[in-house]
């Protein structure tokens, strides 16, 4: 591996690979004079490792299976599915098409079979998901008379009224959400009594997804769920499928509060597989804010490259960040394509969550029969689409995560073929970073998922909804380290000791106002004032950022712009219009330090980990076009809002600071522009977004005295994602200063120190300092050789 961050680079092993060919074809339809492609690897073939069926597993099962087309399973499905069968908690965290749904679909149906009256819960992420593994067992259990009291059934938000009750006395194999299993089944346990008597197995699908506050809540409901049902004399076995992650049994562990095996050893087979790491140019004729150059948008690159596959006749799906995104990619794409083939051009469409399961079972067929040949789509087609035969992924952004990334990358290719897969990167540091050091997201193994159910936040509502499905014994408070939480909702008069435990007071409904996938606190309706209809909710932690008025807001493929946001009433009203720009809040923020707990120092740097409270306030917004261009700001006065959460912190001496060559008129400009760069590479080390995190920087912090840099937790008690920065600060801010000096901008740009959100007009900002500012840090930290 050489040295230059701005090399481009190639390991390859086979020169005349399908993918390879594909690539080629794309860039020679490159303008002349842009070399995009940053870095390319050739990731080769892998065998299928077969193993034999259990002798535990019952006949009629594996005959199904057989029928469904599986002659064998692979090596590491027989050995999770008879961990579980062993009576033991097990994760399986292997690759995209690995097969990881035999894994739990053999142990449960083999216990359910015949004339049992075990039941089981299946729980998913995402109802397309949910749908297609329902689809899948009602197959099985339909193909074998053994199976067919067995009755696998849906139960989510949209299941009518009289199939819930159906499902309820009948289902044996209940296929929901854990936003379902909080307000439907644990609230109301007594009606479910006899599914959770009888609990054999709880399946855990894309348990990766579960990661901070939402993570942390739905911890805290299968703990709940575990709980209830040990009280009906029921100790189901869970299994848990992930992506391939780090430490996925200790992940898996914290998520359902015990013990749990893993298998990562995946026997699956695929084809061989190009990757390409592509970053577009910085475009001449646009600037951004402060004149900053800004470069091609990744959308616009990626329906360019979408297009010359196409035009090769190489099916392609592209992955975009945004609803609104693939749909422009999709236009983006069909208009490149009716100048060269007006045939093609129809065969390329825009998926994403909201369609009907009928559109998008017709969509997955065009896409698998050859109809469609090109698809934008957003994350919608990440999980449990079963889509064979593609040639090619593009994906616009790295998607937040590796584990996500791997996840779409695994699209393509799955008849074990040849295949493509393109990176192309957004104008944002995390991705700067990525496509110039290609192993901190090739070679690195995924991310440790982030999760902290001990968060008072998160806990104080999820205790309030246990104590009132059955009441709370104090040996249970002393176990969850509760104790103070509870003290706190006893003085708000919600909570009440008696000699059997801890009782919720009359007339409180905790299940209704626990929101497991939002933020914390009140929840803002979104509405659209001339329909009335309910769009959608945010919490009210972010709806000065995200529903402002002049916001521009996505729903389900629609824009809509806000007209008016009372956060005293919690509602947005909004109109829907089609503005040819996106929105982005600007705040600005002051931060206290309530409490210190760990502390280092090193020399002329303090390092630690605080409670602080964070005060921040949106003072406008700005306007851009797709190409980045910045139209206009516009200001706005909204209330401040005080935040109570998890920051990592350092200060770095003035005297350092000069020896580094940043004298006091530069300080400013250098702390900003490195605490900018550190909010876009956190994610690299904690799976959030970097929604979900912030930070300030200040020349001289009252509570220090010192020039200080934060990054806080976006979340009220934090989200844990502080903490992983903390623990992780020298791969952190090394990746935070490699990000900074591979961008080929002279004075900062979005690519590296710029943020779309700062409340300063992202003035001062100082890049040469910023690189300065890290080296100093690290070098105390860690005084280690560095290329």
């Not at 392609?316 to 995104?325: K, N, P, Y």
């Not at 995560?401 to 192309?424: D, H, I, K, N, Y």
């Amino acid at each position: 591996m050489n040295t230059s961050p701005r090399a481009r680079r190639t390991r390859e092993t086979g020169p005349d690979s399908f993918g390879r060919t594909l690539l080629d074809r794309v860039l020679a339809g490159t303008p002349p004079g842009e070399r995009p492609l940053t870095f390319t690897s050739e990731l080769p073939a892998r065998v299928a490792q077969v193993a034999e069926w259990p002798e535990w597993a019952d006949p009629a099962v594996v005959r199904a299976l057989r029928q469904a087309g599986i002659p064998q399973p692979w090596r590491h499905q027989a050995e999770a599915a008879t961990i579980a069968a062993g009576g033991d908690h097990v994760v399986v965290a292997t690759g995209t098409a690995s097969g990881k749904s035999l894994a739990y679909q053999l142990p449960v149906l083999t216990d359910l079979a015949g004339q049992s009256r075990g039941t089981a819960l299946y729980l998913s992420p995402t109802k397309a998901l949910g749908a297609d593994q329902l689809r899948a067992a009602m197959a099985l259990t339909e193909s074998e008379a053994e199976l067919s009291s067995i009755h696998p059934c849906g139960f989510d938000g949209d299941t009518p009224t009289e199939i819930r009750q159906w499902a309820r006395a009948n289902s044996r194999w209940i296929f929901t959400n854990p936003d379902m299993l909080h307000i439907g089944i644990l609230r109301s346990h007594q009606r479910w009594s006899h599914v959770l008597r009888n609990l054999r197995y709880v399946v855990v699908d894309e348990c990766h997804s579960y990661r901070g506050v939402f993570g942390s809540n739905v911890a805290l409901v299968l703990r709940r769920l575990r709980r209830l049902a040990a009280r009906y004399g029921a100790h189901p076995v869970f299994v848990l499928a992930s992506a391939t992650t780090s430490e996925p049994g200790a992940a898996a562990s914290r998520l359902i509060g015990a013990p749990c095996a893993e298998v990562t050893e995946d026997g699956s087979p695929h084809g061989p597989r190009t990757i390409a790491l592509w970053e577009p140019p910085l475009l001449e004729s646009v600037t951004g804010e402060n004149g900053a150059p800004v470069r091609r948008a990744a959308g616009s690159e990626a329906a360019r490259i979408m297009s010359d596959l196409l035009v090769e006749g190489a099916r392609t799906l592209t992955f975009v960040r945004s609803r609104r995104g693939a749909e422009l990619t999709a236009i983006g794409s069909r208009r490149i394509l009716s100048e060269i083939d007006p045939d093609l051009a129809d065969r390329v469409a825009a998926y994403r969550a909201g369609y009907l399961a009928e559109d998008r079972r017709d969509l997955e067929a065009s896409l698998a029969d050859g109809r469609l040949l090109g698809v934008a789509t957003t994350n919608a087609l990440e999980l449990g689409v079963d889509i064979a035969g593609l040639d090619a992924v593009v994906v616009a952004g790295f998607p937040g995560t590796v584990a996500s990334f791997w996840q779409q990358a695994g699209r393509s290719g799955r008849r074990g073929e040849g295949s493509l897969v393109v990176l192309v990167a957004r104008d944002d540091p995390l991705d700067t970073y990525l496509v110039h050091h290609p192993s901190a997201l090739l070679d690195r193994p995924v991310e440790a998922t982030v999760t902290d159910p001990t968060n008072p936040y998160v806990l104080g509502p999820q205790l309030l909804c246990a104590a009132m499905e059955m009441p709370l014994s104090d040996a249970e408070v002393e176990e969850f380290g509760a104790a103070d939480v509870l003290a706190d909702l006893a003085a708000q008069g919600v909570v009440r000791h008696r000699s059997r435990g801890w009782f919720v007071t009359p007339d409180v409904d905790p299940h209704g106002a626990l929101d497991i996938r939002g933020g914390i606190g009140t929840q803002i309706a979104i509405v659209d004032g001339e329909s009335g209809r309910l769009l959608g909710t945010v919490d009210g932690g972010r709806a000065p950022a995200t529903v402002h008025p002049g916001a521009v807001h996505i729903h389900q493929g629609e824009s809509f712009v806000v007209d008016h946001l009372d956060l005293d009433d919690g509602i947005a009203i909004v109109h829907a219009e089609q503005p040819e720009w996106t929105t982005s809040a600007r705040e600005v923020t002051d931060i206290g330090i309530a409490d210190v707990g760990e502390h280092k120092r090193y020399g002329d740097v303090d390092v630690a980990l605080a409670q602080v409270e964070v005060t921040h306030q949106v003072v406008g917004y700005l306007r851009r076009l797709p190409s980045g261009e910045v139209l206009d700001s516009v200001e706005l006065d909204m209330p401040a809002q005080t935040l109570h959460t998890r920051a990592v912190m350092y200060t770095i001496t003035p005297e350092l600071l000069a020896d580094s060559g940043i004298g006091a008129d530069r300080t400013p400009g250098a702390l900003h522009a490195a605490e900018h760069a550190a909010i876009g590479l956190l994610p690299l080390v904690a799976t959030c977004d970097r929604a979900d995190i912030g930070g300030v920087s200040t020349a001289l912090h009252p509570d220090t005295g010192l020039p200080t840099v934060f990054v806080y937790d976006g979340h009220p008690g934090g989200a844990g994602f502080a903490d992983r920065g903390h623990a992780e600060l020298v791969r952190w801010l090394s990746a935070t200063r490699s990000a900074i000096e591979a961008c080929e901008c002279v004075a900062g740009c979005p690519s590296c120190v710029h943020s779309p959100k700062c409340g300063n007009g992202n003035h001062p900002l100082d890049k040469d300092g910023a690189i300065r500012v890290l080296a100093a840090v690290l070098d105390a930290v860690d005084p280690q050789p560095r290329a």
